[in-house]
């Protein structure tokens, strides 16, 4: 099973129309390649239906991009932890800004993921509510001010006290939790920016999913956190 | 791509774990094979993750348990219909009693999945809904009267007159609409007695999936509508 | 007790800061006084903790903006129509675009508001589920499409067609069903355009409760429609 | 305006009909009494529609149960906390086990609550929900294990690990945070069980409002915080 390290490049496909089915598989391909020529970990967060499509051929580690807090059951299109784990996947992103959760279905999602044996991405959107969440013992944080997300404009460098500021109250609630950032990841700049404030990786969407070359732009946000592998 | 016809039984695998990965290719096999033994359509509705899975190495007519109504877009954790009928579905459910919509969603969500190529079946619970819903053009109603539902009493024996009444509402909006019986459906006299009542098939679920023989059960169900094959 | 007739001039107060409180009362006083001026039906529709402020001193028919479906009992933080009710509303709004309703619950929530004896207006967008939402036998449906709201392009004259459908589908569902029309609704011509085309009344909001002399303009809107009074 | 102090019993009238209108302002009076009586705050929380008729003739503190966390504006059918406040509530009750909020806008609803000047007290299911709770800074939050609600089992006797956990917890985010005991009490002697554990007050609703006897419960209830007034 594909493993995880830091520093960490995340994509997030979400319902691109440009990273579904076999484009899926293709983007995959190139963050696997990257992963081989950076070092660095190369992950991604795909639609549910293709994790399995990806999984059969290539070894990278895949996100959900959501799963529900519910034990096998009645519960009619909803996705359970085991099923994606069953599907190869390793991990699921949750309480993303386009898929907010209650407070109780984030604590007890959590809970379910990691019984699933799934690594949990969790979104936050102001500093309180990253140290909120790190109560919940997430395997990661992703901070996304929701002021910057799809704006071009990388929380790193436009807003970097709010990194700042929310590693700080993270860790002084559980100082073992990485913290990633979101929002507005266009280059490597951005990166570097973002693992010098503190963080251990990114999470992208539409630079990458939406780029004329992908498989540049991710072999460009590797490549700028190489200088901080160990 | 696998075809859908009448009669139908169509196999609702919720989130059972009886029903999750290599089992849920187990009972795929089962359908195709009775298809084949029978002529009568046996659908089935696994979770997202697993559709590819399952239509890989076999063809059977596969509907998702639910689709978002959103275009392609930054919608994370959501689930396109051109995703579900990439990775081999046909159709979808929705609005099943487990996972209700707004009706402005619905209406949408039926359009969406239309616009995607995908067969549509659409639940309700009481007749007014079944009636409602057939202004919105979908493939099938499946009716399922809640306080049935989980009980092992057949709709279409311990409330034949909620499928008669049903039947009659929708077919009176739009005539071309085919209903499907669903609720306590556990063996083939249920069957029968729903395509009796002018239904032209089933929606069945836990009695299938967590039978210790769900092979001959599917046997069953279907074996009982042949007699309305022509 | 305050009665409803046609033509109807329901004004929507949302939770303008304009409308709340004291203002509530002053508004609900120029509509009382409009309705004596013109013999036009004015209603209004404040928050609910702003309803009983208003019945205490004035007759004027007062719909909640929205009830929940339960009966009494533990459901924290949720409106009874019984509640409202008793607070001296003689109606309420249900599933208004900024408050869509599942379409289960929008039947149960009609059915509820009738048992505590409640007027029900069911706004609805498209033609297909204004026809839909007849089968639930609302008191009145209110027909705002969604791409007209809050743009001061009165439904009326902007898209005749599309009340004219809603009417003629709703109609052929349920021939008594009165239906009004909202979303831009701006001065008397808007009234007289929707009146013209088979509504029996409008429903208002921004253009009232925004306004610099809303006591004039509720004043025209209700003028306009008093050459349909009988 | 009615002041807040500790001691506090907090009673929800949740949508009883044992505590809708009339009703509503009976259980107020014998609220106001038992403070006159006993020296102890006794609040409560009634339906939004109920604000205005209580406040109208008695000086007893009230919350709402929910407000929205919006600004003014087009948001029909949600309540705002200014609202709320200009019919005479004092502070709101959010996050109920019956009314969970998402992460994000509880956070925003504690902020907006603050601006118009309400006291908040946020219900919370486990320890670690309480502790990510603190972090948004409400005036007070309300422990409620959800298996013990409508128990009759008060969380204070039952499970009072649950409690100095959770008083542990919220404490060690910010000390300053006064912590409530919800769930199953029905006794004096499940108040005092509840104050020695840490707690300064008790959210209590059924045992009151479905009494055949509240007067002489609320004496009760609050007479058994009498050893704690300072």
């Not at 807090?69 to 390793?90: H, M, Q, S, W």
């Not at 539409?206 to 991710?218: A, E, G, Q």
Request: aromatic share 4%.
């Amino acid at each position: 099973m594909a493993r995880l390290w830091v520093p960490i490049v995340l994509i997030n496909f979400k319902t691109y129309i440009e990273a579904v089915g076999q484009r899926a598989v293709t983007l995959a391909k190139y963050s696997a390649e990257t992963t081989r020529e950076t070092g660095i970990c190369v992950a991604i967060a795909p639609q549910t239906p293709d994790i399995g499509r990806i999984t059969q051929d290539l070894d990278v580690p895949i996100f959900a991009q959501h799963i529900d807090p519910y034990l096998a059951g009645a519960y009619t299109g909803y996705v359970l932890p085991e099923t994606v784990r069953d599907a190869g996947a390793i991990g699921t992103l949750l309480n993303h800004s386009e898929h907010r959760l209650r407070m109780d279905e984030l604590e007890a999602s959590i809970k379910r993921a990691q019984e699933a044996g799934l690594t949990t991405c969790v979104c936050s959107n102001v500093p309180a509510v990253g140290a909120a969440v790190a109560h919940f013992n997430p395997s990661m944080i992703a901070i996304e001010p929701p002021e910057l997300i799809g704006t071009g404009k990388a929380v790193s460098k436009a807003k970097p006290e709010a990194v700042t500021e929310a590693v700080t109250m993270i860790k002084q609630v559980n100082g073992k939790i990485p913290v990633l950032c979101g929002a507005g990841i266009v280059d490597g700049s951005d990166v570097e920016a973002a693992l010098d404030l503190g963080a251990v990786g990114v999470l992208v969407s539409s630079s990458v999913v939406k780029s004329k070359d992908p498989r540049t732009l991710i072999f460009d946000l590797a490549n700028a956190a190489t200088k901080y592998l160990h």
